[in-house]
């Protein structure tokens, strides 16, 4: 839409706005803007939309992949947690888990 299609637009709108009668020419101008308006702003929205999901989509994978580094990180230092426990049984006969005497039964 033009400035002044617009200008001429907006015009129309105000009166409506404020209850007056458009003529049936001035009335179909005001529905072709209207019309126009609406279909300009939902394709501006729609690509907003469109590039806002691409972004997160982009922050969801890079969190994804953070997650699944940690998680093999976690399942590395488990490991090594078990290999060094049972190391240190071996040499001092002691056992470092953690025994419960409290019975589960309630």
């Known amino acids: 839409m033009t400035k ?21 020419e001035e009335a179909v101008i005001y529905q072709r803007g209207l019309e126009k308006l609406d279909s300009e702003e939902a394709t501006t ?6 590039d806002a999901l691409r972004q997160l989509r982009s922050q969801i994978q890079q969190k994804m992949d953070h997650l699944t580094q940690l998680t093999r990180r976690n399942e590395q230092l488990t490991q090594q947690i078990a290999e060094l426990e049972q190391t240190y049984q071996q ?16």
């Open 4 to 24: 002044a299609e617009y200008e001429q637009w907006w015009s129309f709108h105000l009166r409506v706005a404020r209850g007056e009668m458009l003529s049936d």
């Open 45 to 50: 929205l729609q690509s907003a939309s469109l």
């Open 91 to 106: 040499l001092t006969g002691y056992s470092l888990v953690m025994e419960t005497h409290v019975s589960s039964e309630i």
